[in-house]
T-cell receptor, first 115, second 113 residues
Framework: DTAVSQTPKYLVTQMGNDKSIKCEQN?????MYWYKQDSKKFLKIMFS???????INETVPNRFSPKSPDKAHLNLHINSLELGDSAVYFC??????????????FGQGTRLTVV | DQQVKQNSPSLSVQEGRISILNCDYT??????FLWYKKYPAEGPTFLIS?????DKNEDGRFTVFLNKSAKHLSLHIVPSQPGDSAVYFC????????????FGTGTRLQVTL
């Protein structure tokens, strides 16, 4: 039973399109994240939601909009896709007690290719 | 500005020997450190962590050492097994940052027979 699941696993789309990646966790965690791994393999945080509230928003273009309908889901919507958006996007969750001393559980990743 | 660095992009070790993966950090606010293991086409999997109040944490074949004064941590795997072949990421977080992880660029470990 997958703890953090993302769909789709692979996404190929044309420049200018709008696409969404979905993420669900069944761990009962209250904090969820989106990380991006670029072509140089840097894994960097994009957003974090705690109980449906945005708590981390790194310097990410406005074309990226996370949405959390409930604390078990955090979706990522991307408008007007650009070639540079091609990357692997990872969803993660933690049982955040606000202390920082807890590990994150990651989904399997969504490889986005913009052509 | 890379706050967590893994200067060895790759490491090859014989089966049965010790693997030592290194990580350096620059941000003195980091107080929790983690190691993740990643196989191709999968997400990172948590391996072991250490709080800044400790200098060693052990879990089976895996031991993490933390040297706060040097801002350095290392992961020891002994004995190394072929199934340990993967990319290992060092990560760090600071109290009050909602467990936001800052990752190193990873070290690819190859355990040979």
């Amino acid at each position: 039973d997958t703890a953090v699941s993302q769909t789709p696993k692979y996404l190929v789309t044309q420049m200018g399109n709008d696409k969404s990646i979905k993420c669900e966790q069944n761990l009962g965690h209250d904090t969820m994240y989106w990380y991006k791994q670029d072509s140089k393999k840097f894994l960097k945080i994009m957003f974090s939601y705690n109980n449906k509230e945005l708590i981390i928003n790194e310097t990410v273009p406005n074309r990226f909009s996370p949405k959390s309908p409930d604390k078990a889901h955090l979706n990522l919507h991307i408008n007007s896709l650009e070639l540079g958006d091609s990357a692997v996007y990872f969803c993660a969750s933690t049982h955040n007690r606000g202390l920082g001393d807890t590990e994150a559980f990651f989904g399997q990743g969504t490889r986005l290719t913009v052509v | 500005d890379q706050q967590v660095k893994q200067n060895s992009p790759s490491l090859s070790v014989q089966e049965g020997r010790i693997s030592i993966l290194n990580c350096d950090y620059t941000n003195s606010m980091f107080d929790y450190f983690l190691w993740y293991k990643k196989y191709p086409a999968e997400g990172p999997t948590f391996l072991i962590s250490i709080s800044s109040i400790k200098d060693k944490n052990e879990d089976g074949r895996f031991t993490v050492f933390l040297n706060k004064s040097a801002k350095h941590l290392s992961l020891h795997i002994v004995p190394s097994q072929p199934g340990d072949s993967a990319v290992y990421f060092c990560a760090a977080s600071a109290t009050g940052t909602a467990s936001k992880l800052t990752f190193g660029t990873g070290t690819r470990l190859q355990v040979t027979l």
